[in-house]
């Protein structure tokens, strides 16, 4: 995660609790806390646009089948599993 944020940055001040603080500092190394708390925040985006996807595809379908997403998560698992040479819950059996 070394790798240059791209893009303009401002610099601006946030509060945080002091325990949350040390925590991103103790796992934020080299990286930074700056990097840190960016990357995290890119991925609180990325969930609430996913989450909002979601919403417009049931106003207009309906409610997602929860059996048919849990599937989908399971194939997603067992994909990224293999592909780091793990064994899969269906491999143990």
């Known amino acids: ?47 609430e646009a996913v989450d909002d996807h979601i919403a417009e595809y049931e106003a207009e379908h309906g409610p997602v089948d929860q059996a048919e997403v849990a599937a989908r998560v399971e194939r997603i698992r067992a994909h990224h599993a293999a592909h780091r040479g793990e064994a899969t819950p269906a491999d143990a059996a």
Do not use: C, F, H, N
């Open 1 to 47: 995660m070394d790798t240059p944020r791209s893009g303009k940055t401002r610099v601006t001040s946030v509060s945080l609790r002091a325990e949350t603080l040390e925590a991103i500092r103790s796992r934020a190394g080299k990286q930074g806390v700056s990097s840190y708390i960016e990357e995290a925040v890119q991925r609180q985006l990325q969930r």
